[in-house]
């Protein structure tokens, strides 16, 4: 028996609930299969936990979260909380989230399943077998820099300022990861920045290619104009590898990637903070889809983000590889054998519910692992 994993679950509000009740299922199937146990812990979330507490999450919430070794998280929002205060709407709790845990690195992979490679905006053959990374950077640049506001200006004119700022160690510290999954894939970098224009493009430059050389070179590292990567991205996806950059270029970069493998139902994402003296970082695994109001409440959600955003958890946070391998197949293996969701599910496929898909994911590994 592998000892404890300590992990917090917020399923938060419209179809958050509906994809974490697949995870549930997979917690289950783990501990009865492989003989791995979690101490699960469930707590709100975004408009759920505004409805109980009057805030997006509380103190002893964020208490709970600071010491799971993870936080799996479902989505939140939804129209029933538009009109409650800028601070504690529900999206306030996952900004507070990501802030309290300094999750300063946000993994987005771009895996293009062969079964759907025709949902994808590019050719077939441009996208299947696709699998890049992206890292972006998540607490620094131009959405947090001062100087920013509004001003009015005695002309008349109104000023709009926002600060593009990067410091060495924060450079240092996403690149390291980055290059730290290079290498647990396949050994490639591109760090993108906009070095001809801007000046905190040039120091990100010349610090990624300090952090390659001092302490990775065996990984390949190349530099790329986060114009031309965009352009790349759609062009030749199939390049690169991972994909290192900063907030801003990220933030669009990975949402261009997003739609090279089709669906948002099928994305997860991970944010992960500094590591502590036993090498354990803060780790927050998430799908990249919002709570989806249109179809809360109807059985038709796509677990699979929420569920590839628990095998990266697995991989990431707790180094189970193996299960979090098997898990994908099980994922690979569903939607060969037609599993669709409606979100997936193209003309002429009758779609499947979201249950029914947990069910065939299950089903799946019980045939990987006899
Ligand atoms: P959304 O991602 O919730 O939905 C966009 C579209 O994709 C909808 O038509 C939805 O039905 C579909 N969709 C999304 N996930 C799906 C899934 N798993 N299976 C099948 N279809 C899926 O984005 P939105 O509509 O712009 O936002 C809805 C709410 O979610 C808003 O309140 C927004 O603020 C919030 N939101 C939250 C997060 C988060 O919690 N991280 C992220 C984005 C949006």
């Known amino acids: 028996m592998v000892a404890n994993k300590k992990l917090l679950m917020l399923p938060g509000d419209g179809i958050g609930p509906e994809v974490m009740a697949e995870v549930r299922r997979l917690i289950d199937w783990m501990d009865r299969r492989r003989h791995v146990s979690f101490d699960v812990t469930e707590d709100l979330v975004g408009g759920a936990a505004y409805d ?8 002893a919430t964020m208490e709970a979260a600071l010491g799971a070794d993870a936080v799996l998280f479902g989505a939140v929002g939804g129209p029933k909380w538009d009109d409650v205060g800028y601070d504690v709407r529900p999206e306030a709790g996952l900004l507070r989230l ?33 699998d890049i990374l992206i890292v972006r950077e998540l607490t620094g640049g131009v959405y947090f820099g001062e100087p920013r506001g509004i001003e009015d200006l005695p002309d008349g004119q109104r000023r709009g300022v926002n600060t593009q700022v990067y410091t060495t160690s924060e450079i240092h510290r996403v690149c390291r990861v ?46 790329m104009l986060a114009d031309n990567c965009g352009m790349q991205l759609v062009r030749n996806p199939a390049q690169f590898d991972v994909i290192v950059t900063d907030n801003l270029f990220g933030d669009m970069l990975s949402d261009v990637a997003s739609m090279l493998t089709g669906s948002l139902g099928m994305l997860p994402s991970a944010s992960l903070g500094p590591a502590d003296d036993s090498g354990r970082r803060r780790a927050l695994y998430e799908p990249v889809h919002g709570s989806a109001p249109d179809i809360a409440g109807q059985g038709k959600a796509n677990p699979l983000a929420m569920i590839q955003s628990y095998a990266m958890m697995l991989r990431y946070s707790f180094d189970m590889a193996e299960d979090a391998d098997l898990l994908e197949q099980a994922v690979r293996n569903a939607l060969d054998s037609g599993c669709r969701t409606i979100d997936i599910a193209g003309s002429g496929i009758s779609p499947i519910s979201c249950t029914e898909m947990g069910a065939a994911i299950v089903d799946e590994l019980d045939r990987l692992a006899a």
């Open 52 to 59: 109980v507490h009057g805030v997006a999450i509380t103190d």
């Open 98 to 130: 990501r802030k309290d845990l300094d999750l300063f690195a946000n993994l987005r992979p771009a895996i293009c399943f062969d079964a759907l490679a025709d949902a994808s905006s590019l050719k077939r053959d441009l996208v299947s077998g696709l």
């Open 178 to 223: 980055a290059f730290d999954l290079a290498r647990k894939r396949g050994n490639r970098v591109c760090s993108t920045e906009k070095s001809n224009v801007m000046e905190s493009g040039v120091l990100w430059r010349q610090e990624a290619q300090r952090v390659h050389d001092e302490e990775f070179p065996d990984v390949e590292l190349t530099h």
